[in-house]
């Protein structure tokens, strides 16, 4: 079996607030880059009874096919973390500094290359973890995630 990638980064706790605003951020549900649209306008018998609206809808929908496409052709809105395996642990909770935050990202190695760029340009404090920190963290969350599953395993057995 293939196993995913995982890295573990560090950063300052008072930078945890703009992370997570990255971390979460999906540019295609953001109703800024894509208009929404009314469902009914895909209600071809809702717009034959509006034809009035069809003028309207039509520019609307223009408007979200050119917002999309140049979507797509942007490299680095196309870095999208809320589609990773991520976690943020405080320093306290993992027994380390608490001055300190940890960011576990779990992705393919291109996403990982591309995406660290990204974090390390918006977030100041942010720095790959030592060798040995990432290997206690990332032990401690696939620790964690077990227990989850066999915890669910009992649960629905």
């Known amino acids: 079996m293939n196993e995913i990638p995982a890295r ?6 008072s930078d945890v607030p703009a992370l ?3 971390l979460e951020y999906d540019p295609y549900l953001d109703p800024n880059l894509i208009p929404k649209m ?5 209600d071809k018998e809702y717009m034959m009874k509006h034809p009035e ?3 309207e809808a039509e520019k609307k929908k223009k ?3 050119d917002a999309m496409g140049k979507l797509r052709n942007d490299k680095d809105l196309n870095i999208i973390f809320a589609r990773q395996d991520y976690q943020v642990k405080d320093g306290i909770s993992m027994g380390m500094d608490r001055e ?5 990202l779990s992705a393919d190695d291109s996403f990982l290359e591309a995406g660290e760029a990204k974090l390390k340009k918006s ?7 030592s060798a040995e920190i990432e290997k206690q963290i990332i032990d401690r969350i696939e620790e964690e995630k077990q227990k ?6 009992f649960i629905f057995g």
Request: no cysteine.
């Open 123 to 129: 977030i100041g404090s942010l720095q790959r973890a």
């Open 20 to 22: 997570k605003k990255i």
């Open 100 to 104: 300190k935050s940890y960011l576990y």
């Open 38 to 42: 009314p469902k009914e306008w895909d």
């Open 148 to 153: 989850s599953d066999q915890g669910l395993g």
């Open 8 to 13: 573990v980064y560090v950063l300052n706790s």
């Open 63 to 65: 408007e979200a096919d």
């Open 53 to 55: 609206l069809a003028q």
